[in-house]
């Protein structure tokens, strides 16, 4: 079991849609987190970090609840440019810290 | 800026043939990262550099090895290629650790 779970999707979408994404972690450790996106055969991109007071971006939002250990990413009126696969990525610290990645979650948004 | 750069952008090896993967960042970061990717699991860690001078395993690091020959490059070789080494590799950087990382293009490895 991966410490960072993604439901992989896909989530298929109308333009115009709010989505929503969650990523569970398992480490009570994991500190700073992060939402990617990463396009068909391209390297993942910085989308947000993940405060706890939450981030908001544009039509960008996530959230980072402790108490339940996970961290979401909100997209408001989808584009069709938004598709792509978000990955989450935490850190837990070893020593030095550990990134771990979730698996993504597919997002296809159709006209 | 460049950024994160990898060479090369596709290498296909034989079984056995052995070949270092090169990535250099010029963003003056911290850290470094080599991580692979295959399809339904995601990024997994096989190396990582905290800063210049250290390196340490991450996830899977069994059949790889990394130099962190300066502050800018990181290279991750392969002894010994295996079909289960085929994927795509990431490298990454950041300016600390942990803090926002950022990735080159990849390298498509195939292992025949």
């Not at chain 2, 850290?31 to 395993?57: C, F, H, N, V």
Request: net charge neutral; charged share 20%; aromatic share 12%.
């Amino acid at each position: 079991r991966k410490e960072v779970e993604q439901d992989p999707g896909p989530f298929n979408v109308p333009e115009g849609a709010t989505v929503a994404f969650n990523c569970t972690y398992s480490n009570s450790a994991s500190q700073s987190f992060f939402w990617y996106r990463q396009d068909c055969r391209k390297e993942p991109k910085l989308l947000m970090s993940v405060y706890s007071s939450g981030n908001e971006d544009g039509r960008f939002t996530a959230q980072l609840n402790r108490a339940s250990q996970y961290i979401s990413l909100l997209i408001r009126d989808s584009k069709l440019s938004d598709s792509a696969t978000y990955l989450c990525a935490g850190w837990a610290s070893g020593g030095s810290y550990i990134p771990t990645f979730g698996r993504g979650t597919s997002l296809i948004v159709h006209p | 800026n460049a950024g994160v750069t990898q060479t090369p952008k596709f290498q296909v090896l034989k079984t056995g043939q052995s070949m270092t993967l090169q990535c250099a960042q010029d963003m003056n970061h911290n850290s470094m990262y080599w991580y692979r990717q295959d399809p339904g699991m995601g990024l997994r860690l096989i190396y990582y550099s905290a800063s210049e001078g250290t390196t340490d395993k991450g996830e899977v690091p069994n059949g790889y090895n990394v130099s962190r020959l300066n502050k800018r490059e990181f290279s991750l070789r392969l002894e010994s290629a295996a079909p289960s080494q085929t994927s795509v590799y990431f490298c990454a950087s950041s300016e600390a650790n942990p803090y926002e990382q950022y990735f080159g293009p990849g390298t498509r490895l195939t292992v025949t």
